[in-house]
């Protein structure tokens, strides 16, 4: 048993925690840390995926409430990947966190060859450093903020500080990196507009409540069955499931703007086969990073806890569009009327008012949510945890 293991803090990397522990054991090396909590003197601890958290377990306290189970869903970047993996690839990578020596490791190294995040750098907030300092007397990499793709903080909304220090050091050079100071910035950000960092912000939030809430086993199903309505809805596919893939490559285009595709990695080659927004749709990739479910989500007009709660609409085939008929009042799906998800219930986006005043799209806004509050309540608690970020877990 270790004479002592730091609790993790709230939303901290397991792999910062580890780091504490490496600087106050006063360990001389590496190796000694790594044999301590990981069972062998060459593992490496992976910082957004570590593995053979059963024997990091086995060492502490028996009255520890840190499981592994724990460990995994609340100090590693695991629930990000969750929902956009197949159950059998989750339950692999689970085992492989678990402990590094059953099985193989490949489901695992899948994840992280096809996550942008390979090769990037841990990143802080300032504003967080500080709180952080003053909470707990001292700070730490929060694991909202590592991901590749999260440049500001979902709570702060700041632009993130990208330290240079590389989440996947070298086999010669194995340091445990600590957020024990404030270091300065390694790359200048790229001037973004108020409309950038709009998007910025959706994808900060986004990753934050991924990361807080649990998603369904079949999220992968509810999540293709989400993206083929909406591509019909929006006109980016047949009802036979063809997406026109030059039309929605260069809307995709013009809704994000250069600045930002170039920032997430996710510019769009018009060569269907190389475009990855189209594979996305097709399902031709087993795995893609989360940020480019993100973007797409959002491309599609959903956010997060939208497209993942199942409602018993979505369940029925996709109606067609009404034919002749008052297309306003009709088409619950039509581009001049805002539909609610979970109820037949729409509003024309804009309308007179009894007076005759034109009202504009701002008041049917106002109107949906009011509906949502009272008629789903459940479905509108969780839109306002999303935009305020949601409490901590216990
Ligand atoms: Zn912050
Ligand atoms: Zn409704």
Not at 2 to 22: G, K, M
Not at 206 to 218: F, G, K, Q, R
Request: charged residues 25%; contains cysteine; glycine residues 4%.
């Amino acid at each position: 048993m270790l004479p002592f293991f730091p609790h993790p803090y709230p939303n901290e990397l397991l792999y910062s925690t580890i780091a504490r522990y490496h600087f106050r054991s006063k360990n001389p090396s590496y190796r000694d840390t790594a044999q301590e909590l990981l069972g062998s003197p060459t593992a490496s601890v992976i910082a957004l995926l570590p593995s053979n958290t059963v024997f990091l377990h086995s060492q502490l306290h028996p009255n520890t409430l840190l499981t592994p189970d724990k460990l995994i869903f609340e100090h590693t970047l695991f629930p990000l990947y969750k929902p956009f993996i197949e159950k059998d690839r989750a339950d692999s990578a689970i085992r492989y966190m678990k402990r590094s020596s059953v099985g193989d490791g490949r489901p695992l190294t899948g994840l992280l060859r096809y996550s942008l995040s390979a090769g990037r750098s841990f990143k802080y907030c300032p504003q967080c450093f500080a709180s952080d300092t003053k909470t707990h007397g001292e700070a730490y990499w929060h694991r909202d903020h590592q991901h590749f793709g999260v440049l500001t903080c979902y709570k702060h909304n700041s632009l993130l500080v990208d330290t240079g220090f590389p989440l996947a050091p070298t086999q010669q050079e194995r340091i445990l990196y600590r957020l024990d100071k404030e270091y300065p910035r390694q790359t200048a950000p790229p001037n973004f507009t108020r409309k950038d960092m709009r998007h910025l912000e959706f994808i900060a939030k986004s990753v934050h409540w991924l990361m807080h809430n649990p998603a369904p086993d079949n999220a992968m199903e509810i999540l293709h069955r989400r993206y083929e309505q909406l591509l019909v809805e929006r006109k980016f596919a047949t009802q036979s499931g063809l997406v026109a893939h030059r039309p929605i490559s260069k809307a995709f285009d013009s809704y994000y703007g250069e600045r930002i595709l170039v920032a997430m990695s996710s510019s769009l080659p018009m060569a269907t086969d190389k475009n990855w927004l189209v594979r996305l749709f097709r399902r031709r990739e087993k795995v893609t990073d989360p940020i480019r479910h993100i973007l797409a989500i959002r491309f599609l007009r959903e956010d997060i806890p939208g497209i993942f709660s199942e409602t018993k609409e979505q369940n029925l085939p996709i109606p067609r569009p009404p034919q002749g008929e008052d297309h306003l009042r009709q088409s619950p799906k039509d581009e001049n009327a805002l539909s609610c998800k979970f109820c037949p219930f729409t509003i024309p986006k804009i309308f007179r008012n009894k007076a005759g005043k034109v009202i504009g799209p701002d008041s049917a806004h106002l109107r949906m949510s009011e509906h949502v509050e009272k008629n789903h309540p459940e479905e509108y608690e969780k839109r306002r945890r999303f935009w305020e970020g949601s409490p901590e877990p216990l």
